[in-house]
């Protein structure tokens, strides 16, 4: 149930369709035309305004506010680890072979993750994240980012894969008891700047207080007049947005944070 809800958050698909429908259905009847008529004039409206970088990247402004990457080493205030904790993998499997490639946000989480583990002179790096529903034909969650960690330069035996974390809220608790047996007290929390927030909020709620160092945005790349054009990219962008803010109130209501 908790998927269909993220699936059809404002800016997806989804929602697109459902919202669609009924706008069609008030079209149907003379008393409601007008109001049918207007609701789609503001859906369309609506996901113009959620497709344009720009906007996309002002939504989620308020959630980034704050956290920047780590410049020196000082300003990680003796951290011993790295936490990064994945963005998700795309899978591909013929009758032969299998492919896994990080996410747009997993890769970019690896890239500020490489920059941090060579600012920090080789500290251990903790990557988490696992599925919702294993599937014993693939590696967990995780292990794509865990690749291209290690063909960054990070060797396996100084990386720790934590394959039970299937959200935020796991994120923090499974990694807390982690590090705590390994008597690391402090830690550099990676995450992409809209989730930090409340990747922050869920760890403090377990008595840690990580150093933030959030990876590039996947809207980075749009300036000049790209940043005011129409994008898929910035559409789901947006629907991330309106899931963290959800995913806040979600955690706020259930005293995880």
């Not at 402004?61 to 003796?78: K, N, V, Y």
């Not at 002179?121 to 693939?138: I, R, T, Y």
């Not at 935020?168 to 929390?189: G, Q, S």
């Amino acid at each position: 149930m908790l998927q269909v809800i993220k699936a059809s958050l404002p800016g997806s698909v989804a929602f697109l369709v459902i919202a669609f429908a009924i706008g069609v259905m008030l079209l149907r009847k003379p008393r409601t035309s007008r109001f049918g008529r207007r609701w789609l004039t503001g859906l369309l409206l609506l996901y113009a305004v959620f497709s344009i970088p720009v906007t996309a990247a002002w939504l989620a402004a308020p959630l980034a506010w704050g956290f920047h990457p780590l410049e020196s080493r000082e300003t990680a205030h003796g951290a011993q680890a790295i936490v990064v904790l994945d963005g998700g993998t795309r899978r591909f499997r013929d009758q032969a072979h299998s492919i896994e490639i990080p996410l747009d946000t997993s890769a970019l989480r690896a890239l500020e993750a490489l920059r941090i583990y060579r600012l920090l002179d080789h500290p251990l790096v903790f990557v988490s994240g696992g599925d919702n529903q294993p599937d014993p034909a693939w590696r967990p969650e995780a292990s794509a980012l865990r690749d291209q960690l290690i063909t960054g330069g990070v060797p396996a035996e100084r990386i720790v894969l934590d394959s039970n974390s299937i959200n935020t809220r796991f994120h923090a608790v499974n990694l807390v008891r982690m590090l705590t047996d390994r008597a690391i007290e402090k830690f550099v929390l990676v995450t992409s700047p809209s989730h930090m927030r409340r990747a922050i909020l869920a760890f403090q709620a377990e008595g840690k207080r990580p150093v933030a160092s959030p990876s590039k945005s996947t809207l980075d790349p749009y300036r000049g007049w790209a940043a005011f054009w129409p994008s898929t990219s910035a559409l789901e962008f947006t629907q991330a947005t309106m899931h963290e803010y959800i995913g806040i109130m979600y955690y706020f209501v259930r005293k995880y944070i």
